[in-house]
């Protein structure tokens, strides 16, 4: 493996820990809860099986079970390498106890990090849609770096918000690439 990938596997893992961490913090009262899971889909989980780039981190070979995925009753049983619609999705449930639409306009920035951090990875493949594990030797490491960047700072900015709530200057440009990438 190149020392590009494992640098971006690296940061990757970072960027990931930091982003459970704040949705833990913003939705854990509401999903500790939760009766109705569904927040996981095992056709989903598959995708954390079938991407070599997900399958480097997480290293697992199969599901915990056919109907929930990785969901057990403590949550999710990847601690890394999660498919990053599972950063995206928040149930009606976890929107409506956000106390204002900044609030949930940032929680759903914070959710697209891991998708914004590794678009355009190969071609216009995201790189957990790469299915060669060879092809990973091959992404476009310097875009990748970049994004993992803005990915880092919005999440600073994001960290602070929660933890102050208040957006520091200059959030809004950071933020809006995040953002603007989804028309990607």
């Known amino acids: 493996m190149n020392s590009r990938l494992k640098d971006l596997l690296k940061e990757y893992v970072e960027l990931e820990c930091g982003v459970q961490e704040l949705i833990g913090a913003q939705c854990g009262p509401v999903c500790g809860l939760c009766t109705v899971a569904c927040c996981c889909r095992a056709d989903i989980c598959e995708e954390a099986l079938e991407s070599p780039f997900l399958c480097l981190l997480h290293k697992r070979n199969d599901l ?5 995925g990785f969901l057990t009753e403590t949550g999710c049983a990847l601690k ?9 999705f928040f149930c009606e449930e976890l929107l409506e106890a956000q106390p204002d639409d900044q609030h949930r306009d940032l929680l ?4 697209r990090l891991p998708t914004h951090a590794g678009q355009n990875a190969h071609g216009e493949a995201h790189w957990v849609e790469v299915t060669q594990k060879e092809e990973l030797e091959h992404l476009a490491f310097q875009r990748l770096e970049k994004q993992m960047q803005e990915c880092f700072q919005a999440l600073e900015i994001l960290r602070s918000f929660f933890d102050e709530g208040t957006l520091l200057d200059g959030a809004d440009r950071v933020l809006d690439r995040i953002t603007l990438s989804e028309l990607d």
């Open 108 to 111: 759903k920035i914070l959710g």
């Open 64 to 68: 915990e079970s056919d109907a929930y």
């Open 80 to 88: 890394i390498g999660r498919p990053p619609i599972c950063y995206e």
